[in-house]
């Protein structure tokens, strides 16, 4: 059931876990929002503009194609962006929250 030795209620209760909480919450719903639109840019590309999808780049790949391709990048990019910015932000300030709620005394608890 988890760690007794961690004051769960205490990091709850902290303002900048509360903090930390809403930039972590916000930077996701950007990442997800940046996600859904630009996947569905192809469908809808490809259903507003299907001459734009369908020009030949080189051979039997088109513009199309690409776009769907960079879907892959895109997702990978997300990924690393949000990699980023948890190791600069995120844990480190989990961690110094977690490093300073252990070290409070708790009552009822021996070390």
């Known amino acids: ?3 007794p030795a961690i004051d769960w209620a205490a990091i709850n209760a902290d303002p900048r876990f509360r903090e930390l909480h809403r930039r972590k919450a916000g930077f996701l719903g950007f990442l997800m929002i940046a996600s859904i639109v ?3 840019m192809l469908p ?3 259903a507003w503009f299907p001459a ?3 020009t030949k780049v080189f051979g039997a790949v088109n513009v199309g194609l690409l776009f769907a391709l960079s879907e892959f990048l895109f997702a990978w990019g997300i990924a690393a962006l949000y990699t ?3 190791n600069r ?3 480190r300030l989990a961690e110094e929250l977690a490093r300073e709620v252990a070290a409070r005394p708790r009552p009822g608890i021996r070390a």
């Open 1 to 3: 059931m988890g760690n």
């Open 38 to 40: 630009y996947y569905f």
């Open 44 to 46: 809808v590309g490809a």
């Open 52 to 54: 734009l999808f369908r």
């Open 84 to 86: 980023h910015r948890a």
């Open 89 to 91: 932000d995120f844990d």
